[in-house]
């Protein structure tokens, strides 16, 4: 069983940043795809940001520039660094491994309880 466990959250001002962290149970280079997914209060979780085995790595649109995923493999550690933080980006942050139903898929897209999840962590960001 792979056990994720989120940290890093908090509550920002608009323009400031955070590093999320998530460290794995397992070696994270024998996933096959790893990232970052988010929820607001009553929307539906979307991707954030993730890398494939195969050798992608995809950003949503509305984080490109701002938000950079990056790993740590000698501490099983998935981070992701978001900078320039806008209200929008408020929401609770999920780290995610192996969602990916077939490799043909959108890494970004989510695909219900797929996977393994980690219990979120909250960022709020104020205007």
């Known amino acids: 069983q792979v056990q994720l466990v989120e940290s890093g959250g908090g509550s920002v001002q608009s323009g400031g940043s955070l590093t999320l962290s998530c460290v794995a149970s397992?070696?994270?280079?024998?996933?096959?795809?790893m990232g970052w997914f988010r929820q607001a209060p009553g929307k539906e979780r979307e991707g954030v940001a993730a890398?494939?085995?195969?050798?992608?790595?995809v950003y949503a649109d509305f984080v490109k520039e701002r938000f950079t995923i990056s790993q740590d493999n000698d501490k099983n550690t998935l981070y992701l660094q978001m900078n320039n933080l806008e209200p929008e980006d408020t929401a609770t942050y999920y780290c995610?491994?192996?969602?990916?139903?077939?490799?043909?898929?959108?890494?970004?897209?989510?695909?219900?309880?797929?996977?393994?999840w980690g219990q979120g962590t909250q960022v709020t960001v104020s205007s």
């Open positions: 995610a491994a192996d969602w990916m139903t077939n490799a043909g898929m959108n890494p970004l897209e989510w695909a219900g309880d797929s996977g393994h």
């Open positions: 397992v070696d994270i280079i024998t996933r096959f795809c």
């Open positions: 890398w494939v085995a195969t050798g992608r790595t």
